[in-house]
C-alpha cells in the first residue's frame, strides 16, 4: 500500500461547480497537510497548509483533514477554468523530515 | 514572496554529458529537495540536504549526485546523463511548508 493515495482522475467539472480533491494516507505520523497546484509545465505552487484536524478556508478554497480516518481534503467553490491544474497532496511527519507527495488530480474546469 | 529560482527552463544535452542544474532560494531555509517528476510516476525523491555540506541520498539517487556549498544553492549533477534521466526536475526549500522552482524539462539525446 502506497503511504499516500490520490485518484489521478482526470476530473471534468463546468464552471462554477463545487470541486471535492481527496487524499487518504496510512502513517498516522503524519502532522502537516499541505495542498498544491501545479500548472503544465510549471513547478508546484502551495495553496493551502495545515497541521490540525478540522477545516481551513483561504478564500474560494476549503482544505479539510481527518486524522482519525486518514483522510484530507480540498474544495474549491465557484470553480474556474484557471483552476484547471494537476493538484497535488502532501504530508509532512515531523520526526522522518521527508514530504511525501500524493501523485496528483488533474482537474479541468469547462467554461 | 518566497523564492526558489532554478537556473534554466529548459534544456537539451546529449548522452555522456555531465549536466548542472543550479538552484538557489532566498528564504534561508536549511531543507533543499531535488525531485524528478515523470508522467504516472509522480514526485520522486532524489537527493536532501539539511545543511551546507550534508547531503542524504532519497529514493532514486542512482545517477546523480548533489552539492550544497552554501545555504542558499543547492545544485544537482547528472554525472554521465542517459536518455532515461529526461524528465522534469524540481528543486524545492522547506521551512514546514515547502517552495518549489518552476522546473528544468532537461532533454537528454
Known amino acids: 500500500q502506497k503511504e499516500v493515495e490520490q485518484d489521478p482522475g482526470p476530473l471534468s467539472v463546468p464552471e462554477g461547480a463545487i470541486v471535492s480533491l481527496n487524499c487518504t494516507y496510512s502513517n498516522s505520523a503524519f502532522q502537516y497537510f499541505m495542498w498544491y497546484r501545479q500548472y503544465s509545465r510549471k513547478g508546484p505552487e502551495l495553496l493551502m497548509y495545515t497541521y490540525s484536524s478540522g477545516n481551513k478556508e483561504d478564500g474560494r478554497f476549503t482544505a479539510q483533514v481527518d486524522k482519525s480516518s486518514k483522510y484530507i481534503s480540498l474544495f474549491i467553490r465557484d470553480s474556474q477554468p484557471s483552476d484547471s491544474a494537476t493538484y497535488l497532496c502532501?504530508?509532512?511527519?515531523?520526526?522522518?523530515?521527508?514530504?511525501?507527495f500524493g501523485p496528483g488530480t488533474s482537474l479541468s474546469v469547462i467554461p | 514572496d518566497v523564492k526558489v529560482t532554478q537556473s534554466s527552463r529548459y534544456l537539451v544535452k546529449r548522452t555522456g554529458e555531465k549536466v548542472f542544474l543550479e538552484c538557489v532560494q532566498d528564504?534561508?531555509?536549511?531543507?533543499m529537495f531535488w525531485y524528478r517528476q515523470d508522467p504516472g510516476l509522480g514526485l520522486r525523491l532524489i537527493y536532501f540536504s539539511y545543511d551546507v555540506k550534508m547531503k542524504e541520498k532519497g529514493d532514486i539517487p542512482e545517477g546523480y549526485s548533489v552539492s550544497r556549498e552554501k545555504k542558499e544553492r543547492f545544485s544537482l549533477i547528472l554525472e554521465s546523463a542517459s536518455t532515461n534521466q529526461t524528465s522534469m526536475y524540481l528543486c524545492?526549500?522547506?521551512?514546514?511548508?515547502?517552495?518549489f522552482g518552476q522546473g528544468t524539462r532537461l532533454t537528454v539525446v
Open positions: 524545492a526549500a522547506r521551512g514546514t511548508e515547502a517552495f
Open positions: 528564504m534561508d531555509h536549511e531543507n
Open positions: 502532501a504530508m509532512l511527519e515531523t520526526s522522518y523530515d521527508k514530504v511525501i
